[in-house]
């Protein structure tokens, strides 16, 4: 092939029309954005919220996009939708975005007026908008990331504001929670606690929905299943500690456990304990607990309890509450 020449791209086809931000509760970052004040410019919308690790694993890449073509006409856009009753905390949303340094505009969807607006079902959602308004890709979940900074640089070159066949994609150096997950290894799948969704719940006599009740873990958890000891009220989307010592015992395989949680009452805080396969975590233990396994629950968020640095292997996790009064929301696994 001639120097300077490049293969054609087949045309990405038109899936739609970006819809309207109307129904957004507040913007962080920006004033409001509109569909029609944004012609003109390649349009990415990021669905997300802010406890999602699928999404907190895409979030290094959409920072580089933001960086690196905001220059050339690129404008991403996150929108806010609230899996969970305390993610409709503006206060919540204003600290994950300044702790995440997101530097893009925001849009609160608190209502889901934008996720209804784009038919939206999923967390983390990527929709790729060309500067005449249209939708012209999408992408659902973490990955792809090659894919959809090709589909950026095409958007950018039809609408004659990028570098058309430009070759190289961003490199990201991910920390923390961002770090892709060890696909290889993962055995677990996400888990809630709440009785409208909960799966393989094994403390005798079941989950009793919204009442105090005292419960046991069994002498054996098969892998994926979970067991709750002591007093805990079981909602619709959270397990409620109600007594100093309620402890969540879950049996999985995958090098990081997280545990969505938090203190139901604003401005406290609680103590916990965890352990693996009884003994304290070690050099296992997460970026919210020390190797003895202590820490302190102060937010309502993602927090990593458990990455372990050797063979991945079927374990037991234990986490005891020294203080009542946290909700338990969702198990992820990385």
């Known amino acids: 092939m001639p120097a300077g020449l490049h293969t054609a791209k087949p045309r990405l086809p038109v899936e739609g029309h970006l819809p309207s931000f109307d129904g ?3 913007w962080l970052n920006s004033p409001p954005l509109t569909a029609e004040g944004l012609r003109g410019k390649v349009v990415l919308v990021s669905v997300w919220t802010y406890t999602c690790i699928n999404w907190l694993r895409q979030l290094p890449y959409l920072r580089a996009w933001a960086d690196r073509y905001a220059g050339q006409g ?3 856009v996150g929108v806010h939708t609230p899996e969970f009753r305390f993610e409709r905390n503006v206060a919540n949303i204003e600290r994950a975005v300044r702790e995440m340094r997101i530097g893009y505009p925001v849009a609160i969807d608190s209502d889901y007026a934008v996720w209804e607006a784009l038919r939206n079902h999923y967390w983390p959602a990527l ?3 060309d500067a005449a308004g249209q939708i012209r890709h999408h992408y659902y979940g973490e990955g792809g990331y090659r894919q959809s900074e090709m589909v950026i640089q095409q958007l950018l070159a039809e609408a004659g504001l990028g570098e058309g ?3 190289d994609v961003v490199a990201v150096d991910a920390a923390g929670l961002e770090i892709p997950a060890d696909w290889d290894s993962l055995r677990s799948p996400e888990n809630y606690t709440g009785y409208a969704r909960t799966e393989n719940f094994a403390s005798p006599g079941g989950a009793v929905p919204a009442q105090r009740q005292s419960y046991s873990v069994p002498g054996d958890l098969r892998l994926n299943h979970w ?3 002591g007093d805990w009220t079981i909602g619709a989307q959270a397990a409620i500690v109600d007594e100093a010592g309620g402890k969540i015992a879950y049996s999985f395989q ?8 938090g203190p139901e009452a604003a401005g406290t805080s609680a103590r916990f304990r965890v352990l693996l396969d009884g003994e304290p975590p070690g050099p296992a233990h997460g970026a919210d607990t020390d190797e003895q396994g202590h820490g302190t629950v102060t937010q309502q968020r993602l927090h990593q309890l458990i990455r372990q640095p050797g063979p991945v292997a079927r374990r037991t996790f234990e986490i005891t509450f020294l203080d009542a009064g946290v909700g338990a929301y969702a198990f992820t696994f990385g």
């Open 24 to 26: 957004a509760t507040g």
């Open 74 to 76: 690129l404008v991403v």
């Open 165 to 167: 066949g430009r070759p």
């Open 127 to 129: 929709y790729f908008a």
């Open 227 to 229: 067991a709750l000891a």
């Open 254 to 261: 995958a090098r990081d456990l997280h545990l969505v949680m």
